[in-house]
Antibody, heavy 113, light 112 residues
Framework: EVQLVESGGGLVQPGGSLRLSCAAS????????MSWVRQAPGKGLEWVAN????????YYVDSVKGRFTISRDNAKNSLYLQMNSLRAEDTAVYYC??????WGQGTLVTVSS | DIVMTQTPLSSPVTLGQPASISCRSS???????????LSWLQQRPGQPPRLLIY???NRFSGVPDRFSGSGAGTDFTLKISRVEAEDVGVYYC?????????FGQGTRLEIK
C-alpha cells in the first residue's frame, strides 16, 4: 500500500524552528520528485517546495526562500522540510506529495506566542 | 510565477445537474516537451487533495467518468456531468509546467 506519513508538526513560537518529516512506503521513492504543499486554516492550497529525485534541484515559493530547506534521504525513503524563522503566516497543515496523486494526511504547524 | 485564476469561486448545484469550473493561466501551460501539465484536484472536507484529472483531460485511476477535463493553452475547464452528493468539496486547478507549481484559488462546490 502506498503511504506518505508526515510528522513533526506542532506549536512553535514566532522565530522558532521545526523539522517536518514525510515517510514514504509502497513505491520507489527515489524515482520521484517530491513536494511540500501547505494549507492555512480555511484557505486554499499553496505549493511550498519541491526536490528532484537525487536532490540536485530544489525550488521554493518566494515567501519561504532563505527560511525553509527541503531535503530527502532516499536510503530512508524520507522527505524533510526544515523550517526556520517561523512566522504566524506559516501556520498551516503541511502535506507531502508525490506525482500529485500520492498525498499524506498532513501535519499541522501552528506558529503562535 | 504562473497565476491560475478559477471561476466561479463558489458553485451551488442541484443534485443530478451538471457543473463546470473554469481555470485560466497567466501564460501558456504548454511545456517544451509538448505536454500541458494542467491538473484538477478535489478536496473533500477534512481530507487531503485527490487527483482527478492530469494533463488537461486524463482521468486518474478510479475517478468516475462523470468528471471530464478540456482546454488548451491558457484556458481549461472541469465538468461534472451529473453532480452527486459525494462531489461536495473544493476543486483546484494546478499547473506543473513550471517547476514552481501554482494552484488556483479553489472553487467550492455545494449542493443547492
Amino acid at each position: 500500500e502506498v503511504q506518505l506519513v508526515e510528522s513533526g508538526g506542532g506549536l512553535v513560537q514566532p522565530g522558532g524552528s521545526l523539522r517536518l518529516s514525510c515517510a514514504a512506503s509502497g513505491f520507489t521513492f527515489s524515482s520521484y520528485w517530491m513536494s511540500w504543499v501547505r494549507q492555512a486554516p480555511g484557505k486554499g492550497l499553496e505549493w511550498v517546495a519541491n526536490i528532484k529525485q537525487d536532490g540536485s534541484e530544489k525550488y521554493y515559493v518566494d515567501s519561504v526562500k532563505g527560511r525553509f530547506t527541503i531535503s530527502r534521504d532516499n536510503a530512508k525513503n524520507s522527505l524533510y522540510l526544515q523550517m526556520n524563522s517561523l512566522r504566524a503566516e506559516d501556520t498551516a497543515v503541511y502535506y507531502c506529495a508525490s506525482s500529485w496523486y500520492r498525498w499524506g494526511q498532513g501535519t499541522l504547524v501552528t506558529v503562535s506566542s | 510565477d504562473i497565476v491560475m485564476t478559477q471561476t466561479p469561486l463558489s458553485s451551488p448545484v442541484t443534485l443530478g445537474q451538471p457543473a463546470s469550473i473554469s481555470c485560466r493561466s497567466s501564460q501558456s501551460l504548454v511545456h517544451s516537451d509538448g505536454n500541458t501539465y494542467l491538473s484538477w484536484l478535489q478536496q473533500r472536507p477534512g481530507q487531503p487533495p485527490r487527483l482527478l484529472i492530469y494533463k488537461i483531460s486524463n482521468r486518474f485511476s478510479g475517478v468516475p467518468d462523470r468528471f471530464s477535463g478540456s482546454g488548451a493553452g491558457t484556458d481549461f475547464t472541469l465538468k461534472i456531468s451529473r453532480v452527486e452528493a459525494e462531489d461536495v468539496g473544493v476543486y483546484y486547478c494546478m499547473q506543473a509546467t513550471q517547476l514552481r507549481i501554482t494552484f488556483g484559488q479553489g472553487t467550492r462546490l455545494e449542493i443547492k
